[in-house]
Structure formats: C-alpha cells, structure tokens
C-alpha cells in the first residue's frame, strides 16, 4: 500500500474518532450551551474532512486497481470498491446527522430554559468562577490556525490570553476550543488525542513543539518584509499599505525575540528602495544632511506624507465655473465690430 493512501487512511481514522467524541458527547445531555455549540462546530468541520479524505481514497484506490488485467476482473472489483466507498460515506454522513440533530436539540432546550428562567441572584453571581462557566459561557471570537508558520506567533498569544490562561474553564472546555480553532495541517497534528481533560497538556504541547521554531519563523518574517511590493506611483493607499505591512513585520519579528531597533540603516535602505520616485524626491529634500538618517526619522516622515495624501484624497473636487459666470464676468470670443468689414 502506497504511504499516501496509508496517510489517507489514518485521516480517515482519526476523523472516526472525532465523531465518536462528539457523539459521547452528545450522549452526556451538557446544559452547557458554548460547550455545545463549539462542538457542533467541531462536528461540523469533521465532516467536511471527511468527505475530503474519502474522496481522495477513492481516487487512490481506483489509481490502483488500474494495473489489474482481466476486464471481468477489473470491472467486478471496480463495483465492489465503489459499493464500499458509497457504505462507509453513508453510513458516516447517517452517524453525523443524528449527533448534529441531537446537539440542535440541546441548544433549543437551553435557548428556551435560559429565556424563561429567571436573572440570577447576587449570591449566584459570587459563586465560585467555575460553577458560573458551566452555566453560560461567553462567547469567545478565536482566530483560526491551520499550520501556516506565519499565523502560529498571533494563534498562540490569542490563544493563550482568551483561553489557556483562564481560570474560569475546564481543561475539556480548552480542548474543545483549541480543536474549533485549528484546521488543516494543525488539526491532524492533535486529531488523533481524545478529547479529555488530561490529553488537553498534551495537545497543547504537540503544536507547541511543532510549530514553535524560531528559526523559521524569524525566516518567514524576513522573506515577507523583503517581498513587500514596491509603490508603483504616489498615493495613500500604496503608502499607508507598505508602511503597515513594513511595521507589521517588524513587530512580529520583535515578537519572536529580534532586536529590529539595532537594523536602522539597513531598514531606512529597504524602505527607501520601496518608494515611489515623488515621494522618495521629497524625502531626500527633507533630509538633505550628508549623515546616514534614522530609521524613526524616516517614519515620522512618512506618516505625516501619508497623512497629507489621505487629506488631499479625501477633498471635495472643485466645481468647474459654469459657461453663465465666464460670459459674466470676463469676456470671450469677444464679438467682431460692426463696422469692421472682411472682405
């Protein structure tokens, strides 16, 4: 068996157990409506997966059925796959219906208990934290990682201030989220670890370990800083757009722990190397010393330059003066003589 279709096959696997997760889940009867809610998310992402991978084991095992001789041969074993392939998607889309279907009705019997139950007392209020999270608990907007090295130093500072360091949820309730958070290539990395709140460490740690490498990322940063597009012409929206990117690599760098302050010349050179020749004609008017300028410098500057461009992008055209006020007030085509006569 090809470790392709070997790779597509544990997908597959791991996708199995997620549904079952979800299902003992659903059979828990949770009065947890967030809880709910992200797993009916989770339940729903495993789906869609799912009927990726399924697609591409087909396409695999057709591949290999290809090499088989016998017609009769190949055309019985071509049905019987095909046969297999429509049961075990039948049959997951059948176990996905029935869980999604319990879980909705868990969320209305929570939206309709929550709308005729009374506001909580003072006392309830004070109660400890996390009896007061299993009730309700808020709504939390996660971005999304999918293994993209870019996206793991903001995922992984989100994910730690709204979520990992929170008193107020359970180590399940962590999983659940971090689970809801990762696709792609980062939700495999975790598929394969349960949902319970001791596997949460663990799955925490594997992408930590996958996923924090300075070395690549400090090389992602720079090939984005270095990739910036040049401004084609003078406007605010090219200039704001290169200052942004410029800055925004520079903080992330910063945040990987480079030291970008020490880089001043070489900066000033790659943001120059960046301008259009209007507004690096300005700048060079404006820093007319023979002293290497300052990154800072060269910054204050062109913030205020994009400034100016928004202004002026942002004014009211003139009206044009009517042909009434021209005959008005100045003359035109001024009308011959009378007794000037052309022979």
Same mark, same amino acid.
Request: proline share 4%; with cysteine; glycine share 2%.
């Given at each position: 068996?090809?470790?392709?279709?070997?790779?597509?096959?544990?997908?597959?696997?791991?996708?199995?157990?997620?549904?079952?997760?979800?299902?003992?889940?659903?059979?828990?009867?949770?009065?947890?409506?967030?809880?709910?809610?992200?797993?009916?998310?989770?339940?729903?992402?495993?789906?869609?997966?799912?009927?990726?991978?399924?697609?591409?084991?087909?396409?695999?095992?057709?591949?290999?059925?290809?090499?088989?001789?016998?017609?009769?041969?190949?055309?019985?074993?071509?049905?019987?796959?095909?046969?297999?392939?429509?049961?075990?998607?039948?049959? !997951?889309?059948?176990?996905?219906?029935?869980?999604?279907?319990?879980?909705?009705?868990?969320?209305?019997?929570?939206?309709?208990?929550?709308?005729?139950?009374?506001?909580?007392?003072?006392?309830?209020?004070?109660?400890?934290?996390?009896?007061?999270?299993?009730?309700?608990?808020?709504?939390?907007?996660?971005?999304?990682?999918?293994?993209?090295?870019?996206? =793991?130093?903001?995922?992984?500072?989100?994910?730690?201030?709204?979520?990992?360091?929170?008193?107020?949820?359970?180590?399940?309730?962590?999983?659940?989220?971090?689970?809801?958070?990762?696709?792609?290539?980062?939700?495999?990395?975790?598929?394969?670890?349960?949902?319970?709140?001791?596997?949460?460490?663990?799955? =925490?740690?594997?992408?930590?370990?996958?996923?924090?490498?300075?070395?690549?990322?400090?090389?992602?940063?720079?090939?984005?800083?270095?990739?910036?597009?040049?401004?084609?012409?003078?406007?605010?929206?090219?200039?704001?757009?290169?200052?942004?990117?410029?800055?925004?690599?520079?903080?992330?760098?910063?945040?990987?722990?480079?030291?970008?302050?020490?880089?001043?010349?070489?900066?000033?050179?790659?943001?120059?190397?960046?301008?259009?020749?209007?507004?690096?004609?300005? =700048?060079?008017?404006?820093?007319?010393?023979?002293?290497?300028?300052?990154?800072?410098?060269?910054?204050? !500057?062109?913030?205020?330059?994009?400034?100016?461009?928004?202004?002026?992008?942002?004014?009211?055209?003139?009206?044009?003066?009517?042909?009434?006020?021209?005959?008005?007030?100045?003359?035109?085509?001024?009308?011959?003589?009378?007794?000037?006569?052309?022979?």
């Amino acid at each position: 068996m090809p470790s392709e279709l070997r790779e597509l096959i544990k997908q597959e696997r791991n996708l199995r157990r997620t549904l079952d997760s979800v299902r003992q889940f659903a059979s828990s009867e949770s009065n947890n409506y967030e809880l709910i809610s992200v797993r009916l998310e989770l339940l729903e992402a495993t789906f869609e997966q799912f009927k990726k991978v399924r697609t591409e084991i087909e396409l695999q095992t057709d591949h290999l059925s290809a090499s088989t001789d016998e017609f009769s041969e190949q055309t019985a074993l071509d049905q019987a796959r095909e046969d297999e392939n429509v049961g075990i998607l039948v049959e !997951f889309e059948e176990d996905y219906c029935v869980v999604k279907s319990e879980l909705r009705r868990q969320l209305s019997a929570i939206r309709a208990s929550t709308n005729a139950a009374p506001a909580p007392s003072a006392a309830e209020l004070s109660g400890p934290p996390s009896t007061l999270a299993r009730v309700k608990l808020p709504e939390i907007n996660l971005p999304f990682f999918s293994g993209k090295t870019k996206e =793991w130093v903001t995922f992984r500072d989100s994910f730690k201030s709204l979520i990992h360091s929170s008193n107020q949820l359970s180590n399940t309730d962590k999983f659940c989220y971090l689970r809801s958070a990762v696709t792609g290539e980062a939700l495999q990395a975790i598929a394969s670890v349960d949902i319970t709140a001791a596997n949460y460490d663990i799955a =925490w740690s594997t992408l930590e370990k996958r996923y924090e490498n300075r070395k690549l990322l400090v090389k992602s940063y720079l090939d984005s800083l270095f990739s910036i597009e040049l401004m084609r012409k003078e406007s605010y929206d090219s200039l704001n757009k290169l200052l942004s990117e410029f800055e925004r690599n520079l903080q992330m760098l910063q945040k990987v722990g480079e030291n970008p302050g020490q880089w001043s010349t070489l900066l000033v050179h790659m943001l120059c190397s960046r301008l259009d020749q209007s507004t690096l004609r300005q =700048w060079e008017t404006h820093h007319s010393s023979k002293e290497v300028p300052l990154y800072d410098d060269l910054m204050y !500057f062109l913030r205020n330059h994009c400034s100016m461009l928004e202004s002026i992008a942002h004014r009211r055209p003139e009206r044009p003066e009517s042909s009434e006020n021209r005959s008005r007030f100045g003359v035109s085509n001024p009308a011959v003589p009378s007794q000037l006569v052309i022979v």
